[in-house]
Each structure stands twice: as structure tokens, then as C-alpha cells.
């Protein structure tokens, strides 16, 4: 089973990144998948989910508007685009991937904002 991250970088306030996670080894479109970021010496914290078929989506109010989570089944791979970066935005993103008691995370990506 692999999550695999990918599109961190460096970017300016206001400009914009779109992450990408490739899964494998696991019945991707049976899952719910989900983004978490977490900054330095804080606690990881959820930012957005997507429901197995892709026809729910939910954010905290930190990100509503910015960000957009999105999947391809048949790509198995889920996106996250988030749009007028902030710097308190920046933070190691990870993929998450549930289903029942199975739990999957990815490795993390690291997206930084800043001038």
C-alpha cells in the first residue's frame, strides 16, 4: 500500500499549488480520502475531505474558498488545489486514506508559503 505526495514547493502569498497523491496497492474508489497539513510545533489538523465517489466535500473554515479537493478513481489519485496561499498555510501536507478500520497515510509534501 502506497500514498505517495507530490507538488510541494515554495510559493508567494496569494499565488497558488496544486498537490497531487498517487495511491496503490489498495481498492482506491472504495475510500474516503482526506488532506491534513501540520506546521511546526503545532498538531495536525484536517483541511479537506472527499467522499469515495467524489460527490461530497468537506473544509474547515480556514481554507473554505482557498482550497479544493478532488479525485480520479480511475487514476487513483486525489488532488488538492489551494488557491491566495497564506503563510499560515505553510506545513507538511499529507494524504489520508480510509475505509472501515483501514487507515492509510502518505509520506508528507512541503508546501511553504512565503515572500
Known amino acids: 500500500v502506497q500514498l505517495v505526495e507530490s507538488g510541494g514547493a515554495l510559493a508567494q502569498p496569494g499565488g497558488s499549488l496544486r498537490l497531487s497523491c498517487a495511491a496503490s496497492?489498495?481498492?482506491?474508489?472504495?475510500?474516503?480520502m482526506s488532506w491534513y497539513r501540520q506546521a511546526p510545533g503545532k498538531e495536525r489538523e484536517l483541511v479537506a475531505t472527499?467522499?469515495?465517489?467524489?460527490?461530497?466535500?468537506n473544509y474547515p473554515d480556514s481554507v473554505k474558498g482557498r482550497f479544493t479537493i478532488s479525485r480520479d478513481n480511475p487514476k487513483n489519485t486525489v488532488y488538492l488545489q489551494m488557491n491566495s496561499l497564506k503563510p499560515e498555510d505553510t506545513a507538511v501536507y499529507y494524504c489520508?486514506?480510509?475505509?472501515?478500520?483501514?487507515?492509510?497515510w502518505g509520506q508528507g509534501t512541503q508546501v511553504t508559503v512565503s515572500s
Open positions: 489520508h486514506g480510509n475505509y472501515r478500520w483501514r487507515v492509510y
Open positions: 472527499i467522499t469515495d465517489d467524489g460527490g461530497s466535500t
Open positions: 496497492g489498495f481498492t482506491f474508489s472504495r475510500y474516503v
